[in-house]
């Protein structure tokens, strides 16, 4: 095409330009690349490696505790049950002051109002995870921590709206105060919101009333920190199936100076009430040298969708294949997609017989805890019957006892009145006969009562 409007001469060069052209923006792209992750920080679903010994899915270079569960597409760190704490941390020490951090949570629950605690990020010295009151993890870290606060606590000195996001730094000396809930001293405390810029509100969570829940709807977070302009920002970004919505700019904290070196971590925990924590990927990139790390994060979600698109492509007959009508690559990987498909639909069968037979049997074992339980019922419900019983019978014989006596004094009194000449050696007589008659009597009651009573 360049030949037909160029003289003869010209042909050779105009060949070559396209070449130059396509090495030049070759060079200019390669330069604007988007840094890699750091694999030995970073995890993203799938999670296939699967513990031989416990059967459980492990991540490489990650550590889950509590009640943290790796699953194929994401880690959940608590389940909608109450008092769960889990987490997972890194094992590898982070060395750098210049990276980019890049999360896809999802918080979700059944109740459209109660609901808590939350979820953090860490970047703190200490390696291990002991549990604790923040966030499922130890209060007095030294590093920062960042809190998706979800449960609104007793707000004496912030008037912020939940759920709630902000940073805090620790040197390993303040105290974790949400909200101000104990008045301490200043100097010994931290307090979510207590610095200009440090916190935002944000509805981050998806509930089941929602008309756009769905297990693909998450929330991007991207935290960048600079040590050389001792910055810490943080925004946010909802998305949806086919959809990315805006970022929002969270915070944007200065001076902010953080260890130079620590350890990544996410923890999560529940209380009285309760949401589903998951985590679908964690990558850390470094930014040394990046100008601009917004649109550095931003190359590299397009190359990540490239590549995605890429793979899909693969399925398409090429135009060259077309015309010289060579299906045999295509048919390969539609051959190769719908194997693959296949397997995947034939486990997704053995997995929904497998749970379908273990609720069957949790349906089984239920059924016959409520019918020993209403046979329980039963047998109370029948001896509180034969109690009131008894306890009739009872007051039956003591009103009798109480007859008899009184007739007794009667007669006791009639006798006295018909033998005034009786001696005092009848009397006697007579009264210790009544006093026998009386013992006998109560005997025979206590009797009766015990027996009715058992």
Known sequence: PFRRDMPQSHASTSRTRPLVLAAGCFAAAAAQAPGAPIMKHSFMAPFEAVNDFTGMRVISDWELGGSAVAHRGFVRLTAEKQSQKGWIANRNSFEGGEWSLAMELRATGESQYLFGDGLAIWF??????????????????????????????????????????????????????????KKLDKAKQILPGAHDNSGCSFDFRYNEARQDVSVLNHTRVHVTYSASQRRLNLRLQQTSVGHDGEWYQCLEAKDVELPSSGYFAISSATGDLVDNHDIMHFVVRGT?????????????????????????????????????????????????????????????????????????????????????????????????????????????????????????????????????????????????????????????????????LL
């Open 288 to 452: 040394e040298g990046v100008d601009n790390v917004d649109q550095d994060h931003q190359a590299w979600l397009d190359q990540q969708k490239a590549l995605a698109a890429m793979q899909q492509s693969e399925l398409d007959l090429r135009p060259a294949e077309a015309v010289q009508r060579d299906y045999a690559r295509a048919l390969a990987a539609h051959t190769a997609s719908l194997k693959a498909l296949s397997a995947s639909v034939d486990k997704l069968q053995q997995q929904m017989e497998f749970q379908l037979a273990s609720i069957q049997a949790g349906v089984a074992i239920a059924r016959t805890t409520v019918d020993d339980k209403a046979n329980e019922l039963r047998e109370v419900k029948e001896r509180v019957e034969k109690e009131s019983s008894s306890a009739k019978v009872i007051s039956e014989l003591k009103k009798d006892a109480a007859d008899e006596m009184k007739q007794m004094k009667t007669e006791f009194k009639e006798a006295l009145k018909s033998g005034g000449g009786m001696s005092n050696l009848s009397f006697y007589f007579l009264l210790l006969l009544i006093v026998a008659l009386g013992g006998v009597g109560y005997n025979r009651y206590r009797k009766i009562m015990k027996s009715h």
């Open 124 to 181: 703190t010295t200490a390696y291990d995870v002991i549990e604790g009151p923040v966030f499922g993890r130890e209060d007095y870290w030294t590093g920062l921590g960042i809190f998706f606060d979800t449960f609104q606590n007793v707000d004496q000195q912030h008037h912020h709206k939940h759920p709630y996001i902000y940073a805090m730094v620790n040197d390993g000396t303040q105290h974790y105060v949400p909200d101000a809930e």
